[in-house]
């Protein structure tokens, strides 16, 4: 009993009645937690999470406007694990089923150098989530008709429309979030996507099912097609791309895929007849052109060059575009001026048609000037009785 009372520190008449009543030993647990006022709310939570919305401030905004009372602290230590949870969540892969899905990047190659000047090369890869069958082009922008011709160039190739397309956050795609943490998607592009009938979707934060595989398609043309253009260098984009076409079909679309451990044309077969059938649709009507302000000398600025516009529309708003090597301004519904696309940035391609009668009236300023002359100092002539007067008042 001693040994027990100095191993327990309990007091010896403690421990001998215990031994004598063993079903009197007390139990002891874990105190229950006490109820926190975030507890009636925490299935609108995980609701909002599955959406994609973990602004903290965003929530607790939400919350108040539902009656919750409690503070911002109790919100971000319950978010805390939820967050880390998901980001372990957030690196495994899931299979996706024949046609369901497709992933698309954009990535930087190197540079063109065109007539002297030094263009960005970018490609665009377009894989298929089932097969891993892709398409890849290289060009020169990230502009939002590219992206959507080359979206209409992988339909055509892979054999049809997946049922939703997964995306980085391009900005030609997605334009930010609003005060709910929604996304708020390009417009023309969403349209783009309503047209051809896929759903878009972003990789967003904290969120598995929509990181996709996280493979990175660019990161194989890198480590793969580019090391095998050493000793033929491209003539130029075109040939570029007919290269790099060659390199998908007879290269990355024959692998054995390293995840699915199959060959991709095999399981392509697949992916091909789950589509969503083209139809014969034609392309998705779609013109790049933007809204631009005429200069006072009857010029706009388009990719780094100056076109001419008839001089009675300086100043006015009009909308211009490129079409097929040709650069064209409409004022309204009124097309107004229509140029060949220069060679290169910073150079001026002049109608003098349109700047024929333009007023070259001088203006006429006057200014308003000074005439000074520097002189010696003026030195005010007084009587010496004015001194004396001075001198006689300080004396009293």
Known sequence: MQAIS??????????????????????????????????PYKSYLEERLGAGVWNARVLLRELGQQGYAGGYTILTDWLRPQREAARVAAVRRFETPP??????????????????????????????????????????DQKLGTLLRMHEEAFRQLGGVPREILYDRMRTVWQGTDERGEIVWNPVFLDFARYW??????????????????????????????????GREPGGLKDLNTQLRQWVWEVANQRVHGTTHQQVMARWDADQFALQPLDGRPPYPYA??????????????????????????AGQQVWVR????????????????????AR???????????????PLGVRQERKTLVHLRETAPVVEVRPLAVYENVAAGGAR
């Open 6 to 39: 100095s191993m327990t520190g309990l007091d010896r008449k403690t421990v001998r009645k215990y031994l004598r009543a063993p079903e009197g030993t007390p139990v002891y647990g874990r105190r229950p937690r006490p109820p926190s006022r975030l507890d």
């Open 99 to 140: 046609g369901e899905q497709a992933q698309v990047d954009w990535g930087h190659l190197g540079d063109l150098e065109i007539d002297g000047q030094v263009r960005k090369l970018w490609v665009l890869t377009f894989t298929l989530g089932y097969s891993r069958m892709m398409m890849a082009e290289a060009a020169l």
């Open 197 to 230: 009938g896929f759903t878009p979707r972003l990789c967003r934060p904290y969120r598995a099912q929509t990181k996709g595989k996280v493979e990175s398609g660019v990161k194989y043309v890198r480590r793969n097609f580019l090391c095998g253009l050493l």
């Open 288 to 313: 790049d052109e933007e809204l631009r302000k005429v200069a006072r000398d009857a010029f706009v600025h388009w990719q780094g060059s100056r076109y001419s516009v008839p001089w009675i529309y």
């Open 322 to 341: 490129e079409q097929v090597g040709r650069v064209e301004v409409r004022y309204g519904a009124q097309r107004i001026a229509d140029h060949p696309l």
């Open 344 to 358: 290169r940035k910073h150079l001026v391609v002049i109608e003098q048609q349109h700047h024929a009668g333009i």
